[in-house]
């Protein structure tokens, strides 16, 4: 089994930055690609970015250019750098992997997530 433990969020004003970390334990050795989604109310979850184990990322288009993922395989850590943060990103940020691939909403472990909220 896997576990993921997030950290990283809060309170930020619109055009502000905030940087999550997302912490593996257990059969990492299962993991074969991380990432972030975030679900905010009302709204379906979504990926945000992925990470596979041999650092290729790729990243919604609603935020390139603005948010960087990256993985410390050493630490067994995923980060996710959000900059230019907009008010309707404000929502629930979930660390995610999979054994293969990630979906559009699906993953095979999850986090218990991070609030991040961001004001006009």
């Known amino acids: 089994q896997v576990q993921l433990v997030e950290s990283g969020g809060g309170l930020v004003q619109a055009g502000g930055s905030l940087r999550l970390s997302c912490a593996a334990s257990g059969s990492i050795f299962r993991i074969n690609v991380m990432g972030w989604y975030r679900q905010a109310p009302g709204k379906q979850r979504e990926l945000v970015a992925g990470i596979t184990s041999r650092g290729s990322t790729n990243y919604a288009d609603s935020v390139k250019g603005r948010f960087t993922i990256s993985r410390d395989n050493a630490q067994n850590t995923v980060y996710l750098q959000m900059n230019s943060l907009k008010p309707e990103e404000s929502a629930v940020y979930y660390c995610?992997?999979?054994?293969?691939?990630?979906?559009?909403?699906?993953?095979?472990?999850w986090g218990q997530g991070t609030q991040v909220t961001v004001s006009s």
């Open positions: 995610a992997a999979g054994r293969t691939v990630l979906g559009t909403r699906a993953a095979d472990y």
